[in-house]
């Protein structure tokens, strides 16, 4: 105490000994009451915060998704503009634009073939019919063959313009084994002139899928003459009809690589290699049926020698 002028003045003076112990007080409190809870909350936080970003995310993942589905032969997909940030609604519009844009160009492609190839049909018909009446040496016979193969690639550009153009009705019942019978008792004069043979094998009882009947014809003989073509002089080419819906047509040739088993069924692809007079078209129809189908087109080499194309159908209820 100390005396002033305006009287006695007290002074109290506190010692850090005494401040330590409340602090460590105050705060053991709050660790062992508030504390704990941080963490909790700090992982909820995060959790809530992980969930809104991957809920907002979702409409950008299913839009990926059907981009991603989108090709030369499913160009009529578009992507959806609602639900999706609005920054990235205009990106999405220019894309369904050019999307449209690039389905008009196919459209016009795909018109442009057929009418092309029907204009064709006529004068065909008319040169062919006019060899038929002219004899001559081997200049006319090999004449024969080149008119012959300008007609099959026109028929081959048409059925590649309807595929394009127009869904296959598939609702229908086919027998498979005696699809494959017809076509083989069709063709095995026409594989006979060109010194192979061919041989149909497997179940006896009709197989019954679901599709269309010319279509599975076409998809069928163009395998067929493709193996006639790759087999050497004097082989034998297998059709197989399975009761589980396949078809395996063998030949005897060199096989088909690894790395070139997909672009076989490309359009218009052929290997360097190839000699043949083909231009590429047969195995793309091929697979262009089997999608209609719902099914597969598949090349393997055989353990022997040569490769083997396997068509896979869907049993009908039929079966």
Excluded at 8 to 32: D, K, S, Y
Aim: proline letters at 5%; aromatic letters at 4%.
């Amino acid at each position: 105490m100390l005396n002033s002028l305006a009287g006695p003045l007290w002074i109290t003076v506190a010692h850090q000994p005494e401040i330590n112990p409340l602090v460590h007080t105050i705060l053991r409190g709050f660790v062992f009451h508030i504390g704990w809870l941080i963490p909790i909350f700090l992982a909820i936080t995060l959790a809530i915060g992980i969930l809104a970003i991957r809920s907002g995310l979702q409409p950008l993942r299913e839009v990926s998704q059907m981009a991603s589905a989108i090709g030369p032969g499913a160009t009529a997909i578009r992507l959806p503009e609602h639900n999706l940030p609005r920054e990235i609604v205009p990106l999405v519009a220019a894309v369904n634009h050019a999307l449209d844009r690039l389905d008009e160009g196919f459209m016009v492609q795909r018109e442009f073939t057929a009418n092309a190839a029907h204009e064709l049909r006529t004068p065909l018909a008319i040169i062919t019919g006019a060899l038929d009446f002219i004899e001559g040496n081997g200049a006319i016979t090999k004449l024969r063959k080149d008119v012959s193969r300008m007609n099959r690639l026109v028929e081959q550009l048409l059925r590649v313009a309807r595929l394009d153009a127009i869904a296959l009705d598939t609702s229908k019942t086919v027998d498979l084994k005696a699809t494959a019978t017809s076509i083989v008792a069709a063709l095995a004069p026409w594989a006979l002139e060109r010194g192979r043979v061919l041989a149909l094998t497997g179940t006896d009882n009709p197989v019954y899928v679901q599709g269309n009947a010319d279509a599975i014809e076409d998809a069928i003989r163009n395998l067929i003459e493709n193996a006639v073509t790759h087999s050497p002089l004097g082989e034998e080419v297998t059709i197989e009809v399975l009761a589980d819906g396949l078809v395996n047509v063998v030949d005897r040739g060199p096989g088909v690589p690894v790395d070139l088993r997909d672009r076989i069924f490309e359009r218009f692809w052929r290997g360097r290699s190839v000699e043949t007079a083909g231009v590429g078209l047969g195995l793309a129809i091929v697979r262009k049926i089997m999608e209609a189908h719902r099914g597969t087109a598949e090349v393997r080499n055989n353990s022997n020698q040569g490769a083997i194309f396997t068509l896979t159908f869907a049993l009908s209820s039929a079966s």
